[in-house]
């Protein structure tokens, strides 16, 4: 598959999710902690990378980042559980 952007998910310093999308992870991580990413993030920094899952394009990207902001937080912590095999943030040297 040739990956052409992301849906991320953050940890925040509070322990609240934060969740994007990117075409490059590694720069849009550190946009969010160097305070001058999303506003919701920078009043939460630091920031940790914990969730990455590639899509062929951006609008499947984008369409995963609008289901999984739609759901509550013990909704999220179930996907990111059951969906660990599809989570590329250990791949990604950051």
Do not use: W
């Not at 902001?69 to 990111?80: D, I, S």
Request: aromatic share 10%; charged share 35%.
């Amino acid at each position: 598959m040739d990956h052409k952007a992301y849906m991320y998910v953050v940890e925040c310093r509070d322990g609240s999710y934060y969740t994007g999308y990117t075409t490059d992870v590694k720069r849009r991580l550190a946009v969010h902690n160097s305070g001058k990413g999303a506003k919701y993030t920078r009043a939460r920094l630091p920031v940790k990378l914990i969730y990455v899952e590639a899509f062929a394009s951006k609008e499947e990207a984008m369409s995963a980042e609008a289901l999984l902001k739609r759901k509550k937080r013990p909704q999220k912590e179930r996907f990111l559980s059951e969906n660990q095999e599809k989570n590329l943030a250990n791949h990604i040297d950051v």
